[in-house]
């Protein structure tokens, strides 16, 4: 592991400049984690940025409320400079480091990975598999898929890969504690990590003031909310029909594809319903969503991220609709290469948000439980 | 804005108590049309800084603690203004404040338990999430969808009264001048404060020194016409809401982060490097208005505020860095103060010290002994460099002159009589309740009061 590079110090600076300034203010206190943590700090470091950075839940509401907000001469968007550092963050603690190039346009590299995937895997298979086997219907009961593509295959490429991804998660999210300065074996209280999972279960700062957040503009709405629980339990539920699958498969030697009524089909078909309204939402949102607050590179990012959980379930579901026509092995190797794309780049793509504001939400309350700076009255 | 109608209620102003105003007129069924002379995002006039409302209440209720009983609430008021209030009027403000938080909620305003450092308002005042800009916010969109008008860089330059009384605004918007009519009109513009000559005009060339907290949209237009035209005043000219701030503040809407809240936890000194007030006569929050007259009374208006490393941390952190030295005469020199007479202040001041308990949370017994002028609590040698200083400057928030009103909010003549559809609302009457001094939060209290009874009132002449 080489040592994670440091912040632009020009971006560091600004967001020192402008925490001080909510600092002395504290009108935001009520809103979220962010201001209650940024007022136990006196002054603003890298690392301090960092943390508040990933802190954040990007809903807006302390800009649409700033007396300081553009064209304001104090230029206070707190959302958007926080925006700009989580990103540079998401470079910083990335692994191996060489692969941080990749949050440069990210967009454009999820999207070339997703081609590149799918160009691959489709090549493969017209190249290794006989065509009459590849473009002929087949029966359930058959074990369709694996007549197309072996079981063995399947699982040692999704399985390396699964287990790189999980690699390098686990020396980012490793990096990013390091950064804190909190000792290892904290991350583990079992108070401060309850009640982080379940603020991020709950999504509960992006709750506002009780009638949701300012996002995508000044009126409160609970939408992004809501299509991020779709997009967040779809993703959990999907993932639960691929563990359950597995369990079949090796516990059991019961062959897919499984009958519609079966549980592995049964948690796909509802998870993928979710990954189908969830993304398709927050893309919608983000396309009518007040730009001033959003990091200049932000979106790219945020878009191929959404693009490929949609087109996973489009294609799974695709899939689940096709499976005993002649369509079947083209979508296998369609469904299979967004799938591949998805999990290569997890590690390199906006998915990271998840363990690193985790990991904040966690540090934030492991804060909570010390005493605060003891400060006069004003 | 139609120049072919004649609007029930036009409201001049769109701050706390104009919102207020047009929210509750618009409610009772009448035709809106709210002049903002600020762009909109600078709309809202000082509302867009404040935080909280002091409330009356007898029992804990959500954010506010234990009980603020009425008198207990009007003692406060009356101890602050030395009796220049009028106790009608302020009762009904007190009383109207134990019952409002319910109709603000409605109309999206939310509270938020009191903020870090503010543990000594937890009982008297609520605080608005995210602070009086979220509040306007709230009530704009409450007032656009009840189908209020609003018109933004649209300032009435001149009003026409005939026989007391109001038909028509001209108003100046986007260069040009319209004719706008209405059957009342509530005056909810501010106060002069942003006016810098009409300031010079009432405080002197040390007026020219003065910082502006606040909106630079108070230029008291609106309350200039009124008083022209024959309004009875309330309040002084010459006197204002004043708070030391940091120096290096803008000139204008600096808010609350350009505060310095370190004052009584070293010394204070002038342009010639002499102190001049008690820094720990008592708790800053009933010290920092008094401090920014003391500042205005200064040679140049500026003043220092200078603690040593045992203060620093202590205090809420001001937005601007302090200014930093290994040892008082390097301090002197980058304050531009004269070093020999900075050194001999300092030393002064801490071999004057007795020996106490410093407690920063109590009255304690760190004072001086035979010193001019004395400092009662707090007082601890500045002996542990690094030595920190902030340039302090007067801060004006707002000015008490204004129109004086009755129960109904109708603004009163010369004559005594009341105007029969001018009605008044917030910071351009506030004078009637607080013709002096300052209480934290008594502000939006006389806003959203007088400004739902302008609205109501306004509302009642036009169907009458």
Same mark, same amino acid.
């Given at each position: ?5 440091? $912040?632009?110090?020009? $971006? ?68 958007? +400079? ?39 895997? $489709?090549?493969? +298979? ?201 369509? +079947? ?10 799938? +591949? ?38 | ?72 609430? @009007? ?23 134990? !019952? ?66 109001? !038909? ?115 708790? @800053? ?39 930093? %030295? ?41 004072? !001086? ?89 306004? %509302? ?5």
């Amino acid at each position: 592991m080489s040592p994670p590079r440091s $912040l632009p110090v020009a $971006l560091v600076e600004e967001g020192a400049r402008m925490a001080s300034i909510c600092n002395a203010c504290r009108y935001c206190e009520g809103f979220c984690a962010v201001f209650p943590a940024l007022e136990r700090r006196l002054s603003f470091a890298e690392g301090d940025l960092a943390y508040l950075a990933n802190l954040c839940h990007d809903c807006g509401s302390c800009y649409y409320a700033c007396q300081y907000a553009p064209p304001h001469e104090f230029q206070l968007n707190f959302p958007r +400079m926080l925006a700009d550092i989580r990103l540079q963050t998401y470079r910083k603690y990335a692994w191996p480091s060489p692969l941080s190039a990749l949050f440069q346009r990210n967009g454009i590299v999820v999207g070339l990975v997703a081609a590149a995937s799918l160009a691959l895997l $489709l090549w493969a +298979m017209f190249f290794f598999i006989d065509r009459s086997v590849l473009l002929a219907a087949h029966a359930d009961n058959a074990g369709a898929f694996y007549a197309v593509l072996s079981h063995r295959t399947m699982a040692w490429t999704f399985g390396i890969v699964f287990l790189f991804v999980v690699v390098a998660l686990a020396v980012s999210l490793v990096r990013f504690w390091r950064d804190s300065g909190e000792k290892f074996g904290d991350f583990f209280s079992p108070e401060p990590l309850t009640h982080s999972v379940a603020d991020a279960l709950r999504l509960r700062y992006l709750a506002g003031g009780g009638e949701g957040c300012t996002y995508p503009a000044e009126t409160p709405s609970h939408a992004r909310r809501w299509f991020h629980h779709l997009t967040f339990y779809g993703f959990m539920l999907c993932f639960a029909a691929t563990c359950v699958a597995t369990i079949y498969h090796y516990g059991f030697g019961w062959k897919a594809p499984y009958a519609f009524s079966s549980l592995p089909v049964l948690l796909g078909t509802a998870g993928g319903i979710g990954l189908l309204i969830g993304p398709a939402g927050l893309l919608w949102l983000k396309a009518i969503r007040n730009r001033t607050l959003s990091g200049a590179k932000q979106t790219g990012m945020d878009v191929g991220f959404l693009a490929l959980l949609l087109w996973s379930s489009v294609s799974g579901l695709l899939l689940l609709a096709l499976r005993e026509s002649s369509a +079947m092995g083209v979508l296998l190797g369609i469904h299979l290469g967004i799938v +591949m794309a998805l999990f290569v780049t997890l590690p390199y793509g906006k998915f990271v948000h998840a363990l690193y504001r985790l990991a904040a939400l966690v540090r934030f309350h492991l804060e909570r439980r010390r005493t605060a700076p003891e400060i006069g009255a004003e | 804005m139609d120049v072919s109608r004649t609007y029930d209620v036009l409201i001049l102003g769109g701050g706390n108590a104009a919102l207020c105003a047009a929210i509750t007129a618009a409610q009772a069924g009448r035709s809106v049309l709210v002049l903002e002379c600020a762009p909109k995002h600078f709309r809202g006039g000082n509302s867009r800084h404040t935080r909280n409302l002091r409330c009356m209440h007898d029992a804990p209720a959500d954010v506010l603690s234990d009980s603020y009983p009425e008198d207990e609430y @009007w003692q406060d008021l009356l101890k602050v203004t030395g009796g220049q209030t009028n106790e009608k009027l302020a009762r009904m403000t007190i009383r109207h404040t134990a !019952t409002c938080r319910e109709w603000m909620i409605r109309h999206g305003v939310r509270f938020q338990p009191p903020l870090g450092g503010t543990l000594q308002l937890a009982r008297t005042n609520a605080f608005f999430l995210g602070g009086g800009k979220a509040l306007l916010n709230a009530y704009y969109r409450t007032a656009e969808a009840l189908g209020v008008e609003v018109a933004y860089d649209a300032e009435a330059i001149e009003l026409d009264i005939r026989d007391g009384k109001f !038909t028509s605004a001209i108003v100046a918007h986007q260069g040009v001048q319209l004719e706008i009519r209405a059957k009342a009109v509530v005056a909810a513009a501010g106060g002069f404060e942003s006016n810098l000559a009409w300031l010079r005009e009432a405080w002197g060339p040390a007026a020219d020194n003065f910082l502006i907290r606040g909106t630079p949209y108070n230029m008291g237009r609106v309350l200039r016409i009124l008083l022209d035209s024959g309004a009875k005043t309330v309040g002084d000219a010459a006197q204002g809401h004043c708070v030391a701030i940091d120096a290096r503040a803008p000139k204008f809407d600096g808010g609350i982060c350009t505060r310095v809240d370190c004052v009584s936890l070293g010394i204070v000194v002038n342009r010639d490097a002499q102190r001049f007030d008690d820094e720990g006569l008592d708790f @800053w929050p009933k010290r920092y208005a008094v401090w920014g007259q003391l500042v205005a009374a200064q040679p140049d208006q500026i003043a220092y505020s200078i603690i040593d490393a045992k203060a620093m941390g202590k205090f809420i952190p001001p937005m601007f860095p302090p200014i930093k %030295a290994n040892s008082v005469r390097e301090l002197a020199l980058a304050l531009e103060l004269h070093p020999a007479a900075l050194e001999s202040t300092v030393s002064q001041f801490n071999q004057a010290i007795r020996s106490g308990t410093f407690d920063h949370t109590l009255l304690d017994d760190c004072a !001086t002994a035979g010193l001019s002028p004395p400092k009662s609590h707090w007082a601890r040698s500045l002996d542990t460099a690094p030595f920190f200083a902030y340039p302090l400057r007067p801060g004006i928030t707002f000015t008490y002159l204004g129109v004086a009103v009755n129960e109904r909010a109708q603004m009163i003549w010369q004559d005594d009589s009341p105007a029969a559809n001018i009605f008044a609302a917030g910071e351009i009457m506030a004078g009637n309740v607080l013709g002096k001094g300052y209480v934290a939060g008594i502000g939006m209290a006389i806003g959203t009061a007088f400004g739902r009874i302008a609205g109501e009132e306004a %509302a009642r002449h036009v169907a009458a």
